[in-house]
């Protein structure tokens, strides 16, 4: 029985895997990228600020470690160098952080090989970061709508363009997008972040048909999330009225928290997922259904 390995465990097992999480500071990439570590993998968390990615970090130890909640965002208030120092030697063994802004499309390939250095080439790549400027129509600028196009849909491709190389080379890569209800139909004031959601659906499909090619192992699928409580929803879920509206458009009349998101990131992220790729899978309490 020594060398015997389950069939959940082969299939859901992260050993020995490596994900870089982008947008891993807070909300939904915060607990992918803490579900994906539960799982075995080495993560290497993304966002801009560094303190803010290193709080994220400690958080998600002690969960490993202590059984320890997570909080849904991470502050920078919250850092403490002192407690960073003394943690570090254990948690970069599994964790690393990068202060890095994805939306400078040109340095992506500079990131990549960042992040191969601390424990080689990522083999799951998760693209959460992203915003919604929220704007009428009328006011949406070329700048507003340039960036968000920028941020939520073109980084997603040059990053997985830097490291999908690598994981060819490996035999095995699965990369895992940011889609949204507005993937599929459109929301008030949501004209760039809809376009670029809209846009998310279909560069899954192509990046699948380009690289879930033979030999290569790679899968490319996108998760897309209904309302869930994080910084990106905090102008709606600062009102009442627009919550209770919410609920009860949701089959199973309640909004996300996000450790919801936490199963379909292990799932998409493991070999449970080798035949599925160019998928675009809700994770909406049934909000699409109705
Ligand atoms: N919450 C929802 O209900 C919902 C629904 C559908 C889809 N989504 C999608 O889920 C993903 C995560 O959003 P969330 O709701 O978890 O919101 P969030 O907490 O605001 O997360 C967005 C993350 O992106 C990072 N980020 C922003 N600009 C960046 C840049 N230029 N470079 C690197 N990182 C950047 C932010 O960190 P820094 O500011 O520190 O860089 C932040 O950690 C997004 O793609 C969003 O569209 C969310």
Same mark, same amino acid.
């Given at each position: 029985?020594?060398?015997? *390995?389950?069939?959940?465990?082969?299939?859901?097992?992260?050993?020995?895997?490596?994900?870089?999480? *982008?947008? /891993?500071?807070?909300? &939904?990439?915060?607990?992918? /990228?803490?579900?994906?570590?539960? /799982?075995?993998?080495?993560?290497?968390?993304?966002?801009?600020? &560094?303190?803010?990615?290193?709080?994220?970090?400690?958080?998600?130890?002690? !969960?490993?470690?202590?059984?320890?909640?997570?909080?849904?965002? !991470?502050?920078?208030?919250? =850092?403490?160098?002192?407690?960073?120092?003394?943690?570090?030697?254990?948690?970069?063994?599994?964790?690393? $952080?990068?202060?890095? %802004?994805?939306?400078?499309?040109?340095?992506?390939?500079?990131?990549?090989?960042?992040?191969?250095?601390?424990?080689?080439?990522?083999?799951?790549?998760?693209?959460?970061?992203?915003?919604?400027?929220?704007?009428?129509?009328?006011?949406? *600028?070329?700048?507003?709508?340039?960036?968000?196009?920028?941020? #939520?849909?073109?980084?997603?491709? =040059?990053?997985?363009?830097?490291?999908?190389? %690598?994981?060819?080379?490996?035999?095995?890569?699965? @990369?895992?997008?940011?889609?949204?209800?507005?993937?599929?139909?459109? +929301?008030?004031?949501? &004209?760039?972040?809809?376009?670029?959601?809209?846009?998310?659906?279909? &560069?899954?499909?192509?990046? /699948?048909?380009?690289? !879930?090619?033979?030999?290569?192992?790679?899968?490319? #699928?996108?998760?897309?999330?209904? =309302?869930?409580?994080?910084?990106?929803?905090?102008?709606?879920?600062?009102?009442?009225?627009?919550?209770?509206?919410?609920?009860?458009?949701? *089959?199973?009349?309640?909004?996300?928290? $996000?450790?919801?998101?936490?199963?379909?990131? @292990? +799932?998409?992220?493991?070999?449970?997922?080798?035949?599925?790729?160019?998928?675009?899978?809700?994770? %909406?309490?049934?909000?699409?259904?109705?």
């Amino acid at each position: 029985m020594a060398n015997w *390995t389950s069939l959940p465990e082969k299939l859901f097992s992260l050993d020995g895997h490596v994900a870089l999480v *982008t947008g /891993a500071g807070s909300g &939904l990439g915060k607990y992918m /990228a803490h579900a994906v570590l539960h /799982a075995g993998a080495n993560v290497i968390l993304v966002g801009r600020g &560094l303190q803010r990615l290193q709080v994220a970090a400690m958080e998600m130890y002690a !969960s490993l470690r202590d059984d320890k909640p997570m909080g849904h965002d !991470s502050y920078v208030e919250d =850092f403490d160098q002192a407690k960073w120092d003394a943690l570090a030697p254990e948690l970069s063994k599994r964790l690393a $952080c990068i202060a890095w %802004d994805v939306s400078k499309l040109e340095t992506l390939p500079e990131l990549a090989a960042q992040a191969k250095a601390i424990f080689g080439a990522p083999d799951i790549l998760i693209n959460a970061a992203g915003l919604n400027p929220r704007k009428p129509a009328e006011e949406v *600028t070329p700048e507003i709508y340039e960036y968000t196009l920028r941020l #939520n849909l073109s980084a997603p491709f =040059f990053l997985a363009q830097a490291l999908v190389p %690598d994981m060819k080379a490996q035999g095995w890569g699965h @990369i895992i997008n940011f889609g949204s209800l507005q993937s599929f139909r459109a +929301f008030p004031n949501g &004209l760039p972040y809809g376009a670029s959601k809209g846009g998310v659906a279909q &560069l899954t499909r192509a990046m /699948a048909e380009a690289w !879930s090619t033979p030999g290569t192992g790679i899968t490319a #699928n996108a998760v897309a999330p209904g =309302f869930f409580k994080t910084q990106l929803t905090a102008p709606l879920f600062s009102k009442p009225e627009v919550i209770r509206a919410l609920e009860k458009q949701t *089959t199973m009349r309640r909004l996300g928290g $996000c450790d919801d998101v936490q199963g379909l990131a @292990i +799932f998409l992220a493991s070999h449970a997922s080798d035949y599925i790729t160019g998928q675009v899978i809700g994770v %909406d309490g049934g909000w699409l259904a109705i």
